[in-house]
Every structure is written in C-alpha cells, then in structure tokens.
C-alpha cells in the first residue's frame, strides 16, 4: 500500500474555485466513508482549510486512486470533475509525506509560518479516527507531522516569518499602521465563535479595542467566548454576546467587524453593510447605492438596463457610432455608418465577430468619447428592426474581413474616497460578505482573496531555509521507517518459522529419548535456540537496514522467497499489527 494525496489550495486554485468547492462538515463525513469503500483505499483523512482541501488515502494502484479520489472530491464538493481537475495537485509516497510535513509547519501557508495549521491537522486526525477511516500510514503520517510542525517551532524563528491569518488580516486592513495604534479604541464585531473566530476575538482584545461584540447562531457558544474575553489577565476589555439576528444594528455601532462561519451562503449582504454606515461617510461622497451599481436600487420601481447596451447618452448607439468624429475613437475598426438609436451591445459583437463579454470590456471610452452628441432621448429598437440593422452591419463587416480592436480603453481615473469608517475582515471559506462590498463608500473589506493577493509579495524570513531543512530530513527518516515496517511481519513469520521448527524437533528428540531428565532437556532446548537466533540475528538485522533504504522493499520479497514462508502467515502478523496500532491510536492526538 502507498501514501496518495489529491487536493487543491490557494497556491494551485483562484479563490472563487476554492470558495465553490469547500467541504462543510457533513460532507467531509462522507467524503471520508466514500473513499475507504472504494476499492483502491484503505485508509483515509481529509484536511479541510479556508485555503486548501486534500483527501490523503492509503491506496494499492496509483492510477486508480488518482481517478477514483478526483472523482470523490469532485462529487461531495459539487465542483463538476472536468471544472475541478486543471486545479488538483497529485502527491505520492515521499512527496506526499514532504507536502504534509511543509503543510504542518507552516510552509504552504498564505501567510508563511502560521501556526493555526497544527491544530487543523490535529481535528482532520481526530476525525479519521472517530470514523475508524485511520489506520496504521494515516495515525503515523499525522502525528508525525504534528511533531514535525512542532519542532520547527521551537527550533526556528519561522514564527517571525509569517503570523496567524487574523493577525495578517488585520495588518492589511490597517494599511500598513501598527495593528494596536490603529485598534486602540474601537469597537468589534465578531461573527462566528468557532476557533478562527475565537482567535480574532482574543487578537482584538489584546490589540487594544474598547470592546468585542460576538455573534454566532449557538448562543451558548457566543456567550462562553465572551466571558473568556472578559475574564482574561492580560486585556480590559467589555465583551459581550448577542443573537445573529443582532448584527444589522451591531453593526451600525462597529468600527472593525470580523466574521468566520460555517455557514454556506452570505452572512452579510452589501445592502446590510451600505445601511450600516449611511450617515457616517462625510458629504460630498457619493450615494452608497450608486457605489453598489444598478443591483442595489433594485426593487425601488427603477429599471437596470444592461451597462453597454440600449442607447448610450446622447443618443448615440452603444458604442458612439455617430459619425466621421466618432470613428476617430472608436475600438471597432468600422467606416462611420449613420446613428442607429438603441441599437444593443449583442449587434455591435456581432459584427465585431467577438464575444460580446469581450466587447464589453472595451466600453470604458465611451463614458469620455469626445465628439458631437445627438440630443434627444433614444428608444430601443425591436427585434425585428435590430435583426435587420445586425445583417446591414454584418454584410458591411463581410467585405473586410474580422474587424479587430484599434487601440486599448483610456483608463477611468476613479474619484477620491473618503477614509474607511468601517473595517470588514472576512477570514470565511465560502465567503460570509458580498464581494460588492469592495465597492461601497466608506468600507475596506478584506477577505481571503485580497489576503492571498498581498501574502503573494510578502518577505519570507532566513528561518523558512532551516525549517525546509528539518523538513527534509524528517522526510527521509518517515521513509525509512515505513520501508522498514514493511518488512517486519516478513521477519516475525521468520522467527516465528524457526520457533515452530525447535519446537518440533526437540518433541522429536524426547520420542527417541524418552528417559531424558528436565535438565537435559531444557540445555538440550536452550543451545537449539542459541543456534538458531545466531544464525537469524545478522541476516535480519542486515534486511532491516537494507529495507529502510530508497528501494529496499524487494528484500520483504527475497526474504519470503528464500526461507519459502507462507504469505498467508506474513500478512497475518501485518493484520494483527494494525489491529493492535489502530486500537491504540483511537483517542485524540
């Protein structure tokens, strides 16, 4: 059997895949139950993070695992297969044992040196383990790697290099001040008791907030974490606990708001947090509603036309296509055609003979195009008259050919924003808050995208040199030590087939010698044993050295081959081992 780890994280897959896929606990549940009743895995975990899924098995054909754990992860994440594959990274054997132990001290990280990836890796365990998916590879290979990440703590400053998510977060909301100058005074909103939750809280506490407000759907939970912070040592600050259905007006008080959840779908909407800080922006800022785009006004009674379709201001066509002065600016390579009113992005990307997604990406000029502008409101035209302006077009384009982009979009130069009242970091996978809040006037979201984006650029300390090292080394030991368990059963079914060949000769030696005292017989049995532990000692202390090396598991076989031992007998001991380390292994790491 061999090592076999399908995953993805942030470093192989982009945010919004990461988001889609993400497994919620019920589903981990029967991804694992999944994996171990197919039949190329015996064993199985599951390591699931805001920034990485990996399902690690004991397989017996690599090909076949590959395929069958691919195709796992992609029915319990409800990520189609064929979408999913161009991000899964594929480990084996001793790559997969060096990527779990770099994932355990924190080297795959986003922030590098993190050290909340131990505890993730220690609840991933316990989990195979109370599903009894965990067997001898699996209980080994994770504690192991707690060890691993362990040690590189304490024996490097590898924690200098990188810090907690939340501590990283909350730098980049900062913008670069110092996290308890910037925190100093304000107050929190915590949604989410879990551990990331619970850690923000404390980081916040510590920082200097006046006070922490925690939200979560248990309320005991909330409560418990609440009196925690108010009860620490080495912080004042007020905490107290509140429904969930208590966050739009929290929020309206907040000035730092940190949300993790479990739950599956948005927590806070852009709608949510634009009425949250309306009236806290200074003037002469622009509409929150506006910042949201057309989507937020609906349901007032306003229509949303389509951005780049319909008639453009002034009643040009969607592109400007008013004349000779026009055409000047224009990213469509056509001769200047008469105005067409309301003539729809669809036709121009027709005859641009691209997609109309691309088209629109090129409208940003038409904001600021110089040129005359008709007057007069323009209406849509029907499908009918737009089908027919689409052929007139389209017959124009046909004489010369693919019409190609003449020069790239101006860039639009944004308005100032004023200074952020309200701070949202969202440390959830999928996300708790609406990306759109991005956009809104007076708000600095930070979320795990733009955590991955700036992780990206940042310094990695000397200390990242020493623990790839320690890494490695631990690497090349766990790989001796599997090879050399591999042969273990082959040398008990060894000693186990002289024991029984002493045994029956000595039971010979009393029917010749039926007079033969008890002393006699016992040196008789004695120097028997002597003779046979010697000239077992030196051939199965080499095959167990030999074993432990790159490529030594053909001596299990040569082993079997030479002293003619029952497979049967072998794979009995390796059962019977298993069992014994399997039963041992059932409680937490």
């Not at 990836?117 to 998916?133: N, P």
Request: charged share 20%.
């Amino acid at each position: 059997m061999s090592l076999l780890v399908v995953g993805l994280s942030h470093r192989s897959a982009p945010v919004s895949v990461l988001e889609r896929a993400a497994l919620h606990a019920d589903a981990q549940v029967k991804l694992l139950q999944d994996t171990v009743a197919a039949e190329p895995a015996t064993e199985a975990a599951v390591l699931a993070t805001c920034n990485r899924i990996e399902l690690y098995a004991d397989v017996d054909k690599f090909h076949a695992g590959v395929a069958e754990l691919s195709t796992l992860l992609a029915q319990h994440s409800g990520v189609g297969l064929e979408e999913l594959t161009p991000y899964l990274y594929v480990h084996y054997e001793d790559r997969a044992v060096h990527h779990l132990f770099s994932v355990a001290c924190g080297l795959d990280s986003m922030v590098v040196g993190e050290g909340q990836i131990l505890g993730q890796i220690k609840d991933s365990l316990a989990k195979a383990q109370d599903l009894h998916t965990a067997g001898r590879l699996l209980n080994d290979l994770f504690q192991q790697a707690l060890r691993v990440g362990k040690r590189a703590h304490s024996e490097t400053g590898i924690d200098r290099a990188g810090q907690s998510l939340v501590t990283f977060g909350l730098e980049q909301l900062a913008l670069g001040a110092d996290v308890q100058e910037w925190a100093r005074g304000k107050k929190a909103l915590v949604i989410g008791a879990g551990s990331m939750s619970s850690l923000a809280a404390a980081t916040l506490a510590r920082a200097g907030v006046a006070e922490v407000v925690v939200a979560n759907r248990t309320g005991e939970r909330a409560e418990r974490l609440a009196q925690i912070l108010a009860d620490g040592d080495d912080t004042d600050v007020l905490a107290r606990a509140v429904p969930m259905d208590s966050v739009p007006g929290e929020l309206t008080r907040a000035d730092v708001v940190v949300s993790c959840t479990g739950a599956t779908g948005l927590v806070l909407t852009a709608g949510t947090v634009a009425t949250a800080v309306r009236g806290r922006v200074g003037d002469g800022t622009p509409d929150l509603a506006a910042d949201l785009g057309p989507d937020a006004r609906l349901g007032a009674g306003e229509a949303t036309p389509l951005r780049g379709s319909g008639a453009a201001p002034g009643g040009t066509n969607a592109r400007g296509l008013t004349g000779a002065a026009a055409d000047e600016n224009c990213p469509l390579d056509l001769p200047a055609v008469p105005a067409t009113p309301g003539f729809s992005l669809l036709g121009e990307a027709a005859v641009a003979g691209m997609p109309a997604a691309e088209l629109e990406q090129h409208a940003a000029w038409v904001d600021n195009a110089p040129g005359p502008q008709a007057t007069g409101s323009a209406t849509a035209l029907d499908p009918a008259e737009e089908a027919e302006a689409i052929a007139a077009l389209a017959a124009l384009a046909a004489t010369v050919g693919r019409i190609p982009e003449r020069r790239k979009p101006e860039p639009v130069v944004e308005a100032p924003r004023p200074a952020p009242v309200l701070f949202v970091l969202d440390l959830a996978m999928p996300r708790d808050v609406d990306a759109a809040v991005h956009r809104l006037t007076g708000v600095r979201l930070v979320d795990i995208e733009s955590l991955a984006d700036a992780s990206a650029d940042a310094p990695m300390a000397a200390d990242v040199d020493q623990v790839r090292r320690i890494v490695a080394d631990e690497v090349a030991a766990f790989g001796a030590a599997l090879r050399a368990a591999h042969i273990t059963p082959t040398v008990v079914a060894l000693r186990t087939m002289a024991a029984d060949v002493v045994a029956g000769e000595i039971a010979r030696l009393e029917g010749r010698l039926p007079g033969l005292d008890d002393k006699h017989r016992a040196e008789i049995t004695q120097t028997v044993k002597r003779v046979v532990d010697k000239l077992l000692h030196a051939p199965t202390v080499r095959v167990k050295q030999l074993a432990a090396e790159p490529g030594g598991a053909g001596y299990a076989d040569a082993l079997r081959t030479l002293f003619d031992l029952d497979q049967e007998t072998v794979a009995a001991v390796s059962r019977a081992d298993n069992d014994s380390e399997n039963s041992k292994n059932r409680g937490p790491a």
